[in-house]
């Protein structure tokens, strides 16, 4: 398990709030720095690798951009833990690399708190002892994110280096 700083945010998070669509022409270089500067203007800058970020319901709506979840994996974002997620949304991030947490206690996280993250569990531990359980993931899922994302599991099958 390894502790990851909370960021909090909303319900209906679109991907046009990860991805302006501004910046789209500019390559995730380009459209990380302005991830949800509409919701958290400090976020992209603030952020540190292995935070995880706890959303209301429907998170991820809108378009179907790849660029939203890769946004945030390029910033170093560990997982999102929300109630709900738009199905086009979880199926980018994961392919991705990025790990989505579903559970309806998400709300409960607080913004800056440390969470232990346990994989193997499936459970998000609070500083003060109360575990949020997720729902479960399967398998190769779970590979994929460990591997970095879809292409990275499929070079990993081929016997490449990810």
Same mark, same amino acid.
């Given at each position: 398990?390894?502790?990851?700083?909370?960021?909090?945010?909303?319900?209906?998070?679109?991907?046009d709030?990860?991805a302006?669509?501004?910046y789209?022409?500019?390559?995730?270089?380009?459209i990380?720095?302005?991830?949800?500067? +509409?919701?958290?203007?400090?976020?992209a800058?603030?952020?540190r690798?292995g935070?995880?970020?706890?959303?209301?319901?429907?998170?991820?709506?809108?378009?179907?951009?790849?660029?939203?979840? +890769?946004?945030l994996?390029?910033?170093?974002?560990?997982a999102?833990?929300?109630?709900?997620?738009?199905g086009?949304?979880?199926?980018?991030?994961f392919?991705?690399g990025?790990?989505?947490?579903t559970?309806?206690?998400?709300?409960?996280?607080?913004e800056?708190?440390?969470?232990e993250?346990?994989l193997?569990?499936?459970?998000?531990t609070r500083?003060?002892?109360?575990?949020l359980?997720?729902e479960?993931i399967?398998?190769?899922?779970?590979d994929?994110?460990a591997?970095?994302g879809?292409?990275?599991q499929?070079r990993?099958k081929?016997g490449?280096r990810p």
């Open positions: 398990m390894s502790s990851h700083r909370v960021w909090t945010l909303g319900a209906d998070i679109d991907t709030a990860m302006p669509g501004g789209m022409k500019l390559g995730i270089e380009g990380a720095p302005h991830c949800l500067e +509409a919701v958290r203007p400090e976020f800058a603030s952020v690798p935070a995880v970020i706890a959303a209301g319901p429907n998170f991820g709506i809108g378009s179907s951009r790849e660029q939203a979840p +890769a946004a994996v390029y910033l170093g974002v560990k999102v833990i929300a109630p709900s997620f738009s086009l949304f979880f199926r980018n991030a392919n991705l990025l790990l989505l947490l559970t309806p206690e998400a709300g409960q996280l607080q800056g708190e440390q969470v993250l346990d193997q569990a499936l459970t998000l500083p003060n002892g109360q575990r359980v997720c479960p399967p398998a190769f899922l779970l994929m994110v591997t970095g879809l292409m990275n499929l990993k081929q490449l």
